[in-house]
């Protein structure tokens, strides 16, 4: 059993930076894949970014490829992900997820966080 926890959400200007971090309990974390997704209102869940077990494997979003950047603290139960270059299109809610493959597919994966917010306004 894995449980997810996001941090580090809020509101950002225009061109500004965010940093999200999903905390994990359970010793078996650092077998898993993890992949963060969005969902901003109205809209369906979306696939953002993911990453291996090992975090030799990433893989993006094109419409994120260049501004954000997945990596993995196995020894600390940890994912980020560094966001750059904001824009308002990123504003939704952000979930992390957990599962036994890297995939862009969200029924991949079996363990969720509760998503937090970031919205992108000036």
């Known amino acids: 059993q894995v449980q997810l926890v996001e941090s580090g959400g809020g509101l950002v200007q225009p061109g500004g930076s965010l940093r999200l971090s999903c905390a994990a309990s359970?010793?078996?974390?650092?077998?898993?894949?993890v992949g963060w997704f969005r969902q901003a209102p109205g809209k369906e869940r979306e696939f953002v970014a993911a990453i291996t077990w090992s975090g030799n494997y990433t893989d993006y979003a094109q419409h994120v490829k260049g501004r954000f950047t997945i990596s993995r603290d196995n020894a600390k139960n940890t994912v980020s992900l560094q966001m750059n270059s904001l824009k308002a299109e990123d504003t939704a809610v952000y979930f992390c997820?957990?599962?036994?493959?890297?995939?862009?597919?969200?029924?991949?994966?079996?363990?969720w966080g509760q998503g937090t917010q970031v919205t992108v306004s000036s």
């Open positions: 359970g010793r078996t974390f650092g077998s898993y894949g």
């Open positions: 997820a957990a599962g036994g493959a890297t995939s862009a597919i969200d029924r991949i994966y079996s363990y």
